[in-house]
């Protein structure tokens, strides 16, 4: 593990996005978008309130922390190869995936902002009610669900090494997570097939761990318990780390092998 | 006049090649294909799970293929000066004796086709999938009310691209406008859900002419029956247009007096 690489990672990130921090409202507005629509769809142009308004809320905080780390995540080594520090990253003494991990948890960091201004403007226009049973183990959750998902986008920037189309691809991968993690529809709602799918990604498990502490009556997807949302969660982030790590030494060989580090 | 139409000719045609270079045309098929089958199966499962009966989830999807205009030929349009920013053509197309407005007018021919193909994609799933009924379906004003709408987005998306010559970033605007119709133009729900001070924004944008009128033709309407629809959304189509005229002399004056055309 090498952390002064993982720290060189997340400082840089950090640097790039505070020189231009308005990248955060690009990932802020479709998930924001999808709450407001969902919150409407079920007012029939009436009342709006209920326990429908708080689950459209969290939803849209998920959705919000999913739209920050694919866009953060794909954008990653694209930037590298436009800006030409892709070639003299990958020829320094340091493997890749530990500053794309830096990068991530600073996508981490941001994503939990972004969900949290959904919740805000959420309580402000709706008065949504967020009345959360205890905070800290509601934000573990949030905090749990944002690493599960930015293991998802480390493996996506891994990947995304291999191609100069990632910021173009990337915009398939954002609705399949909206319907899959069941962050505004509940995954009972999905055919038997893409449950089998969902039941696989850590953030399904992530999703529902915060549902499990910010709702009163919530039961659970397939009826399990909060201890197995937490297992589930935390076992299938870890093994996507892993399984990212393992592509990105793969790609790196083949990237060094064949001298297309910085084709574009 | 020939002049003016030789470099649209020459601009839409360098925009295409290098669109292609970079995503070759089938990949940004399958893009589309997939990014517009997983949003309208989104909205289509959600209108499902909230259950209102005013919206069912043909509304949902004869909205949602009108809105898949707006998220290719909208956000394309809007975000061509960030495009150039970019790839560092901005200052060369500027200290050409060629005027912008019509260097950007030409480049959104792109938008346009894509937003054709992105319709004709979203109509088939509409019918194969969804189970859309287009039995009744006037198909021929359909396809002007297509053609309509794609013109005036891009007219659209030139003033509001014309503004992000002078931000760092049209990034914002577009996703903002890419997006917002799906909230506000009648795509999921009837506008008249929104807050009355929302439905004058509503108003103010073609899209939600588009969504009617499409409404209209898929029940069978003839264009003389949709006449007002159309004619409102091709007058705000113009009207933008003329707009981002004006908007190009003007950020153009102020980013050259700045000296920040390519800042970014």
């Given at each position: 593990?090498n952390?002064?690489?993982?720290?060189?990672?997340?400082?840089?990130?950090?640097?790039?996005f505070?020189a231009?921090?308005?990248?955060i409202?690009?990932?802020?507005?479709?998930?924001?978008l999808?709450?407001m629509?969902?919150i409407?769809?079920?007012?029939?142009?009436?009342?709006?309130e209920?326990?429908?308004?708080l689950?459209?809320v969290?939803?849209?905080?998920v959705?919000?922390?999913w739209?920050?780390?694919?866009f953060?995540?794909s954008?990653?080594v694209?930037?590298?190869?436009?800006n030409?520090t892709?070639?003299?990253m990958?020829g320094?003494?340091?493997?890749?995936?530990y500053?794309?991990?830096?990068?991530?948890?600073?996508?981490?960091?941001?994503?939990?902002l972004?969900?949290f201004?959904?919740?805000?403007?959420?309580e402000?226009?709706?008065?949504?009610g967020m009345?959360?049973?205890?905070?800290?183990?509601f934000f573990?959750?949030?905090l749990?669900a944002?690493?599960?998902l930015?293991?998802?986008g480390?493996?996506i920037?891994?990947?995304?090494?291999l191609?100069?189309k990632?910021g173009?691809?990337s915009?398939i991968?954002?609705?399949p997570?909206?319907v899959?993690?069941?962050a505004?529809?509940?995954i009972?709602?999905?055919?038997g097939?893409?449950?089998?799918i969902s039941?696989?990604?850590a953030p399904t498990?992530?999703?529902d761990?915060i549902k499990y502490s910010?709702?009163?009556d919530?039961?659970?997807?397939?009826?399990v318990?909060f201890?197995?949302d937490?297992f589930?969660?935390?076992a299938?982030?870890?093994?996507?780390?892993l399984?990212?790590y393992?592509?990105m030494l793969y790609v790196?060989?083949?990237v060094?092998?064949d001298?297309?580090a910085?084709?574009? | 006049?020939s002049?003016?139409?030789n470099i649209?000719?020459?601009?839409a045609?360098?925009?295409?090649?290098?669109?292609?270079a970079?995503?070759h045309?089938l990949?940004r098929?399958?893009?589309?294909m997939?990014?517009?089958l997983?949003?309208m199966y989104?909205f289509f499962?959600?209108a499902?799970?909230?259950?209102?009966?005013?919206?069912?989830?043909?509304?949902?999807?004869i909205?949602?293929?009108v809105?898949?205009?707006?998220?290719?030929?909208?956000?394309s349009t809007s975000n061509?000066?960030?495009?150039?920013?970019h790839?560092?053509?901005?200052?060369?197309i500027?200290?050409?004796?060629?005027?912008?407005?019509?260097?950007?007018l030409?480049?959104?021919?792109?938008?346009i086709?894509m937003g054709?193909?992105?319709?004709i994609?979203?109509?088939?799933?509409a019918v194969?999938l969804?189970?859309?009924d287009?039995g009744?379906a006037n198909?021929g004003?359909?396809a002007?009310v297509?053609?309509?709408?794609?013109?005036?987005l891009a007219g659209m998306g030139?003033?509001?691209?014309g503004i992000?010559?002078y931000?760092r970033?049209?990034?914002?605007l577009?996703?903002?406008?890419?997006?917002?119709?799906?909230?506000?133009?009648?795509?999921?729900?009837?506008?008249t859900?929104?807050p009355?001070?929302l439905?004058?924004f509503?108003y103010?944008m073609p899209?939600?002419?588009?969504?009617?009128a499409?409404r209209m033709?898929?029940?069978?309407?003839?264009?003389?029956m949709?006449?007002?629809p159309?004619?409102?959304?091709?007058?705000l189509?113009?009207l933008?247009?003329v707009?981002?005229?004006?908007m190009?002399?003007?950020?153009?004056?102020i980013s050259?007096?700045n000296?920040?055309t390519?800042s970014?």
């Open positions: 593990m952390l002064r690489a993982i720290s060189a990672g997340f400082k840089q990130q950090a640097i790039q505070l231009d921090p308005q990248w409202i690009p990932s802020l507005i479709s998930p924001f999808m709450t629509v969902m409407f769809l079920s007012s029939g142009g009436t009342t709006i209920g326990p429908v308004v689950q459209a969290l939803g849209g905080g959705l919000g922390m739209a920050s780390s694919l953060s995540s954008s990653s694209s930037f590298d190869r436009i030409g892709f070639e003299p990958i320094s003494g340091t493997r890749i995936i500053v794309l991990i830096g990068r991530s948890l600073w996508s981490t960091f941001i994503g939990l972004n969900a201004i959904v919740f805000f403007i959420a402000l226009m709706f008065g949504a009345h959360v049973e205890n905070p800290m183990l573990l959750t949030l749990m944002m690493l599960s930015s293991s998802v480390l493996l920037s891994s990947l995304f090494v191609t100069r990632g173009t691809i915009s991968l954002e609705y997570l909206y899959l993690s069941g505004l529809i509940p009972s709602w999905l055919p097939w893409m449950q089998s039941v696989t990604l498990w992530g999703v761990a910010a709702l009163t919530h039961t659970g997807i397939l009826g318990s201890a197995t937490i589930m969660c935390l299938l982030s870890i093994i996507l780390i399984l990212s393992v592509v790196e060989r083949k060094l092998r001298g297309t910085t084709r574009y | 006049m002049n003016i139409i649209m000719v020459s601009s045609k360098n925009d295409f090649l290098s669109k292609f970079i995503v045309p990949t098929l399958l893009v589309i997939l990014t517009n997983f949003s989104f499962l959600l499902g799970y909230v259950g209102n009966p005013d919206v069912t989830p043909e509304y949902v999807i909205g949602n293929v809105q898949s205009v707006a998220t290719s030929t909208l956000y061509i000066s960030r495009t150039e920013k790839t560092g053509t901005l200052e060369p500027l200290s050409s004796p060629a005027k912008l407005f019509h260097v950007f030409g480049k959104s021919a792109f938008g086709t054709f193909v992105s319709v994609v979203s109509l088939t799933y194969l969804f189970g859309v287009f009744s198909l004003a359909i002007v297509t053609v309509l709408t794609c013109l005036s030139l003033a509001i691209g992000g010559i931000l970033t049209a990034s914002i577009a996703s903002f406008f890419g997006y917002i119709g799906l909230l506000i133009c009648g795509v999921n729900f009837p506008i859900y929104l009355s001070w439905q004058i509503s103010g899209l939600t002419y588009a969504v009617e499409t033709a898929v029940g069978g309407a003839t264009l003389s949709m006449a007002n159309l004619m409102i959304m091709v007058s189509g113009a933008y247009l707009i981002s005229w004006f190009f002399r003007f950020f153009e004056n050259r007096k000296g920040k390519d970014f």
